[in-house]
């Protein structure tokens, strides 16, 4: 047995200098740190967010809304710094107490509500629209259980591989191998699925295949944790990579990915903000790649 094993004590207590690059705004309780109002743009939704996995899904679905016609859907979105701690602000906590992006209020009705958690979020915008969410079973509850299985397992690779293998001050053999054996067996649970179907829940693209697209096709690209794509070998699952392709290809996709991210818009109030984008960004948008 290793010298430097953990033997934890009879009762827990925080130590704020052991959270590695998160160790500024991590705490074991919730609630708001300051009073921080929220800004408001003119459209039915806002949006507060950050270009991470789950908030790209959000930002992918809007664009994929707009895409397809509805003009409702326009949005604002407006970027959370975490590293500043912008969760923290009481605005920000009164949409979602759990102080995690994204977080939406839909004023596109005579009284303003929130909906908070990335899953939600895209159920709802789904269900308002009634696009990318099959009205029927099977199907419907095909996409809801792959949408609820990509909830399920991010943990897993983002808190799990992502921190141990990437983002802890110190690596450890064990939480590694676990977490990796559980990130390969979730990409060869997708794998598996799209050797059977074009989509994680059938022929037809849904919000199931946003969820897991902004985690998966992260990691599989090389653009996740360092050199997780070749540690993990990725590029054994060829099903995922065709599908993470084809959905690249997308311009509603392109451009949601660029939503509040410093390599694109900090923040997006109409489809005219890509235009002041750098060109080969436009030029990856229009061309789909």
Not at 167 to 184: C, F, G, L, N, Q
């Amino acid at each position: 047995m290793a010298d430097d094993t953990y033997t934890p004590p009879a009762v827990w207590t925080f130590d704020p200098e052991n959270g590695g690059q998160f160790a500024g705004i991590n705490r074991p309780t919730a609630g708001a740190r300051e009073e921080k109002a929220l800004p408001v743009g003119e459209h039915p939704f806002q949006l507060y967010s950050l270009g991470t996995p789950n908030g790209v899904k959000v930002t992918i679905m809007f664009e994929e809304l707009l895409e397809a016609g509805f003009s409702d859907a326009e949005y604002d979105a407006w970027m959370i710094k975490i590293f500043n701690g912008d969760q923290f602000g009481s605005g920000f906590v009164e949409l979602n107490p759990n102080s995690k992006i994204p977080a939406l209020e839909d004023r596109s009705g005579p009284t303003p509500f929130r909906v908070f958690e990335s899953g939600a979020i895209l159920m709802h915008l789904a269900e308002k629209f009634d696009h990318l969410l099959p009205k029927e079973n099977p199907a419907r509850a095909e996409c809801l259980s792959w949408l609820m299985w990509q909830m399920g397992s991010a943990p897993s690779i983002g808190g799990g591989f992502g921190h141990f293998y990437n983002y802890a001050p110190v690596h450890y053999k064990y939480p590694i191998d676990r977490y990796s054996m559980e990130t390969k067996r979730l990409f060869d649970v997708a794998d598996q699925q799209l050797a059977k179907t074009r989509f994680l829940a059938g022929e037809d693209y849904t919000i199931a295949d946003i969820a897991a697209y902004t985690w998966l096709g992260n990691l599989y690209r090389g653009e996740a944790y360092g050199e997780a794509a070749k540690f993990l070998s990725l590029q054994e699952y060829e099903n995922v990579g065709r599908w993470v392709g084809e959905i690249d290809s997308r311009p509603a996709a392109r451009r949601g990915k660029l939503v509040n991210s410093q390599k694109g818009l900090e923040e997006r109030h109409s489809a005219a903000d890509f235009d002041t984008l750098p060109k080969e960004l436009l030029e990856g948008i229009s061309k789909g790649f």
